[in-house]
């Protein structure tokens, strides 16, 4: 059954979100949009709240808002990794990130590959960058898709097949056109709409939820209760526990980690961040933006209010299967009263579509820069650029899209587990290089082929007994399967930890070892085109490139002489 | 891709790539944060909240000062000053060579 209420209230904020998308190609508006610095990046100048919001909405998805809180609920406290993650976060890409900015905004840059293009002069190493990216995102953006659809699912629109994605695909094709139009101002505004809501839902349920329900030492109590039932999957062993046990605390830590190291890397938070006015304004949002992993780590906890409630996941029914990630807003459909049920709704629903328009956003420049300029027309002009990027983030749109209804969505949450995975393998080539050029480039290459090769080796063996899957069951590997070309060093040890961590060591070990064997046979390193002094420039600063505007009206400003 | 063409050397007025200040190692504090066994307990317990997920609040905390501390003690960094205030037009203007 449909709850209409929820749905109207849901319909009318979607229509206040969509007109401010289309509002949006107005807003703070450079010349004009036919140039990635002005449709691509919001015309380099947002300052410190826009750009809070931005980030915010672009690192704090609706699938975060979903995911976690389901993770807790079904496996206890290897959930709240989430929390860890995004304290460590700040602090760790603080100065890299400052770095990036500044180099992108002397040199012009747009996406992550286009610096290290710049600083190992091959343009092999960044369209490895480039299409590792590319890849990495396209299941993120589906999966903004399933948090969106668990919405829509647990508000009653749960038909059955293709007809059962149609309300998905209306949302995606509407979002589709105000990005097409409006580029990243029209995510940047939005994001206030939803941030808003979130807040402010997410602290109503904080506070209102666990009064209702007996406070939070009950509600601990009975998530203990029920995660040390034991699994009907496991051989009677326990679901979880509420505090971590021997054998997962190494993949707390690493995975908490490694989510740390790669969020940065991934195209969209780098988007974010080249689309800020200055190194103060980012600086700032450091400091500003942990306000948000409060908000998460709360949100984490409602799964544990789930449990105590009794809440059941909706079964989905293009899948015929529940579906773990509707448990949040199953909580808010049982506990709420419809008006504000609708409002929570219409915030994760909103909360999908900042993120995918950022991450189509930034897949689109990393094609159009690092693939169609590099490699299909070499002498594309500023307006070519544009309206390249502006087709291509039409097709990683309904790429995704195409992913949620032809494919099982199971997939897509598989692929963005890899997703974490191969982007970390793009860290040396990225944020070592913001420092230093002492590794090779081609070790590089040979550092990122071994560590993707062996990441998905791992993870091809990694079954999931709850699914019945022998392969890619997860991204927890037990140290006993840890196999060196057959030599298993931790033989017996039912310790887990993160494969995405276990890759990257292995490629800087390769890099580092690759580096001294081509040093010592004097093998080029490439040009660099950057200079100390780039990777502190503020604004304001003599050796900024003029932005897209200024360029694209003087006459003989030409920003393409491509060696 | 971007421009190629050759750029004046930089300027001796203009710091060099290396830059280190001793405030930035507190940045490695919140790292203490993934030793997990410290805190993999239920109790103290504050609002009937196990010490295990409370804690991990306060950390939240730790880190925004110390990015806070790093972000006032380092802050003649920039080469110009410009102040966020300032309005966007004017940095546009500015921006034109």
Redesign the interface.
Known sequence: MTNWVELVVFLVLFLVVTVLGFLAARW?R?GHLEHLDEWGLGGR?F??WVTWFLVGGDLYTAYTFVAVPALLFSSG?LG?YA??YT??L???V??PVLRMWSVSRV???VTPA?FV??RYGSSLLALIVAITGIVATMPYIALQLVGLEAVLRTMGINASGILGHLPLLIAFVILAVYTYQSGLRAPALIAFVKDILIYAVILVAVLYLPAKLG??????DSAQAKLSQPSATSGGKPQGS???TGSN?LQ??TL??GSALALFLYPHSVTGVLAS?????L??N??AL?AY??LL?LLA?LGYVAIAAGVKPVTNNATGRPDANTIIPALFDSQFGSLFAGIAFAAIGIGALVPAAIMSIAAANLWT?NVY??YLHRSATPRQEARQAKLASLVVKFGAVAFILFIDPQFSIDLQLIGGVIILQTLPAVAIALYTRWLHRWALLAGWVVGMTYGMYLLSIIPNPATGRRHFGGSALTLDKLTILGWHPFAGSTVQIYVGFVALVVNLVVAVVVTWLLRAAGVFNGPD?T???D???????P?????A??VAG?PGAK?V??? | MSDTTPRPSPRPAERSGWRFSAWNLLLLVPLLMLVTPWFNTVTPRLFGMPFFYWVQFVWVVVGVACVAIVYRMTRDEPVTNAPDELGVDDLDERNVR
């Not at chain 1, 006015?277 to 304004?281: D, F, K, L, N, S």
């Open positions: 703070q450079g100048k300052g410190s406290a709240f929390l860890p304290v460590v700040y602090p760790l603080f100065l040199h012009g840059y286009d293009r710049g406070g939070w030492a009950s509600i601990f509420i505090l971590l605390q707390y830590i908490a980690l006015r200055g190194r103060a304004v600086k700032r450091m400091v942990p992993s409060l780590g906890l820069r300029k590099e085109q200079a100390p002094a990777y502190h420039a503020d604004e304001g600063s050796r900024l490139k003029p932005v505007d200024a003087a920003v002489a491509s060696e």
